[in-house]
């Protein structure tokens, strides 16, 4: 019992109470109300990206893989790989001769200053390439078309993945008003009206009405986070390519979450309160406890431990007993259930601000895809937090970043 008491006190700052996802709340929408204001707030966190309003082959970058390959490179070198893989698409698909319109996902926080014009804001999700920040994406993108000379390729449409799910959801369902992404990041962007928009400079036209980038992964990078930050949190950010950035994104998305797991088990194994205070050495890796393993730890549902079990045989620890699984799966809920019920004080801050009586959200992202609770938690927490009267719903949009993308070129091209 002296046992359970000293790992109760060491996961306890995981457990936030109502008052603090309320008070969480309150800030966010401070936040969201700043970033759309009619003053520009140099200071304001969460940008709320005005996207931009026009009437309604996909490229995606953002995703994992791509990540991997590019850290080393510089803008020129990326945007040269890129235009590389277009045309190695266009060679496999016999495509080489056509004239395509190109719809851009583009996953980080842009200034978006037409539908074919974004410019770099700043990178996230472990990105680091020099000589874009700052500069029009789709600009750099032509600029290696144009280079290489083979390919006949126009972008038409440049556009976030939160609105990729969204797109691809509004096409079938008109009440879907949120784009919701839970993977490497963490970001959501709105349905909201123009008169609520004091930075609006666009047209008038009907309908009045705009989606708008909250960026919120940024919520938090002015210290509002820090009264729920826990020591492992502030390890995570200071050991980051950004630190001090994303806080919110780093105490949800799938990123950083596998790594705070690991820090709570290393901090116990020291304690002597897990694995007989023998770990390994694998453990003892920054990044090799992977947010999959969560998924999959959690998904154990009774005494067999057999997902559990499978991740200490990879982690190289040699002897556990079946309370060690019992307490590293209670790890892994505790930090998952948090992430999840932090998400739906952001999802439930959007509703009540919305104050439409009937919305659909549209999800994307490994993390909520594959996490076996994800969904569940949110919709408990976001019901338990939203005003009386709204009922909403969270759907999963199939590749929806990628779809939507080549939506809204097809129907840009459609205009032109
Ligand atoms: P991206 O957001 O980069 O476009 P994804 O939506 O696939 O791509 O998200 C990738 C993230 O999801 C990674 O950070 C990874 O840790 C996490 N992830 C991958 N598989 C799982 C899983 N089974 N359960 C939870 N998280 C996962």
Redesign the pocket.
């Known amino acids: 019992e002296e046992k359970r008491r000293k790992i109760e006190n060491i996961v306890r700052p995981f457990i936030l109470s109502d008052d603090d996802y309320h008070k969480i709340m309150d800030k966010m929408l401070d936040n969201f109300n700043k970033g759309l204001g009619k003053e520009t707030h140099p200071k304001a966190r969460v940008k709320m990206f005005q996207t931009y309003k026009g009437d309604f082959l996909a490229l995606d970058l ?3 893989n791509f990540r991997v390959l590019l850290v080393s490179l510089d803008g020129k070198e990326l945007f040269d790989h890129i235009a590389e893989c277009i045309f190695k698409f266009m060679k496999d698909h016999n495509l080489i001769d056509k004239v395509l319109p190109l719809g851009f996902t583009f ?1 980080f926080p842009c200034r978006q200053a037409g539908l074919d014009k974004a410019i770099l804001t700043s990178w996230t ?1 472990g990105f680091k390439c020099e000589g874009v920040e700052g500069n029009d994406i789709v600009q750099l993108l032509h600029e290696a078309i144009e280079r290489r000379g083979d390919i006949k390729v126009n972008c038409m449409a440049v556009i976030n ?1 939160t609105v990729g799910a969204l797109m691809s959801c509004a096409h079938s369902d008109n009440l879907c008003a949120i784009g919701l ?1 839970l ?3 963490t970001n959501a962007c709105y349905i909201e009206r123009l008169e609520n928009v004091g930075l609006w400079d666009g047209d008038w036209d009907e309908p009045q009405q705009v989606i708008i980038n909250t960026e919120w992964g940024a919520f938090g990078d002015d210290g509002a986070l820090n009264f729920i930050m826990t020591e492992y949190d502030q390890k995570v950010d200071k050991r980051s390519i950004n630190p001090g950035k994303q806080v919110y994104e780093k105490m949800i ?3 950083y979450m ?1 790594e705070i797991v690991r820090l709570v088990l290393v901090k116990l194994v020291k304690h002597g309160l897990l694995f007989g205070g023998r770990g390994s050495e694998e453990l003892k890796q920054m990044g090799r406890f ?3 393993y ?3 730890i959690e998904s154990d549902v009774d005494d067999h431990f057999k997902n559990t079990k499978q991740v200490f045989e990879e982690l190289e620890i040699p002897n556990h007993t079946e309370e060690d699984c019992r307490i590293v799966q209670h790890v892994c809920c505790l930090i998952s259930t948090r992430a999840a019920y932090l998400a739906s004080a952001g999802i439930a801050c959007l509703l009540n601000k919305m104050g439409r009586p009937d919305v659909a959200v549209a999800v ?4 909520y895809r ?2 076996p609770h994800f969904h569940d938690l949110m919709m408990e927490r976001i019901q338990q937090l939203v005003n009386p009267g709204i009922t909403f719903r969270l759907m999963l949009s199939h590749d929806g ?1 990628g779809k939507g993308a080549a939506l809204v070129a097809a129907v840009a091209h459609r205009v032109a």
């Open positions: 953002g995703g994992t996953s999700k993945d992404i993977g490497t990041g998305s799938g990123m596998g992977y947010t999959k969560v998924s999959e994307d992202g490994s993390l594959f996490h970043s």
